[in-house]
T-cell receptor, first 112, second 113 residues
Framework: IAGITQAPTSQILAAGRRMTLRCTQDMRHNAMYWYRQDLGLGLRLIHY???????GKGEVPDGYSVSRANTDDFPLTLASAVPSQTSVYFC???????????FGPGTRLTVL | AQSVTQLGSHVSVSEGALVLLRCNYSSSVPPYLFWYVQYPNQGLQLLLKYTSAATLVKGINGFEAEFKKSETSFHLTKPSAHMSDAAEYFC???????????FGGGTRLMVKP
């Protein structure tokens, strides 16, 4: 693994189903983030974690949950998917106190 | 609250022409500013960042940006566009060196032959 990996690459999901998007980084970064990207809106922060064991809410947290059991993994869960959660989801990480965030390749999620 | 506005969701230039992508921010404290590029079906990649050192920042692929506090701007430029520059570009702002980024809506750059 080099950098950040996300799985799955894409997914079509029925409304009401539960879904977990996976994110793993091998850079030993303290901070990790989940964003959603929607046309014309740029990237909006869903949840973040400044260090293992802690999480926080971003701009658009409703309908999503995260956990940070260790440094490397930061899964994002949709407990009961709705069509408005159709989006491209990006995971990112950074060293605490540094400017650059490193992004994964994204997961394209379609909720029908 | 901090916010970022990118003027122009689409910009089209001819190959070899000047590229100018506009970004204005609002922030109650001195900001950290970033430009990211996103190629089709990929994640975001850092082009350059301003963190209160030199106001003219040089990045990868010949891009640069100038921080102008009086204009609250951080426009991205490149003297001569190349076909490979076609991508979406995002400006972002942070209070504290990047732990929380606020992104602009993005500008899609198209380069005509």
């Amino acid at each position: 693994i080099a950098g950040i990996t996300q799985a799955p690459t894409s997914q079509i999901l029925a409304a009401g189903r539960r879904m977990t998007l996976r994110c793993t980084q091998d850079m030993r970064h303290n901070a990790m983030y989940w964003y959603r990207q929607d046309l014309g809106l740029g990237l909006r922060l869903i949840h973040y974690s400044n260090t293992a064991g802690t999480t926080g809410k971003g701009e658009v947290p409703d309908g999503y949950s995260v956990s940070r059991a260790n440094t490397d993994d930061f899964p994002l869960t949709l407990a009961s998917a709705v069509p408005s959660q159709t989006s491209v989801y990006f995971c990112a990480s950074s060293r605490t106190g540094e400017g650059e965030q490193f992004f994964g390749p994204g997961t394209r999620l379609t909720v029908l | 609250a901090q916010s970022v506005t990118q003027l122009g969701s689409h910009v089209s230039v001819s190959e070899g022409a000047l590229v100018l992508l506009r970004c204005n921010y609002s922030s109650s404290v001195p900001p950290y500013l970033f430009w990211y590029v996103q190629y089709p079906n990929q994640g975001l990649q850092l082009l350059l960042k301003y963190t209160s050192a030199a106001t003219l920042v040089k990045g990868i692929n010949g891009f640069e940006a100038e921080f102008k506090k009086s204009e609250t701007s951080f426009h991205l430029t490149k003297p001569s566009a190349h076909m490979s520059d076609a991508a979406e570009y995002f400006c972002a702002v942070s209070f504290n060196a990047g732990n929380m980024l606020t992104f602009g809506g993005g500008t899609r750059l198209m380069v005509k032959p």
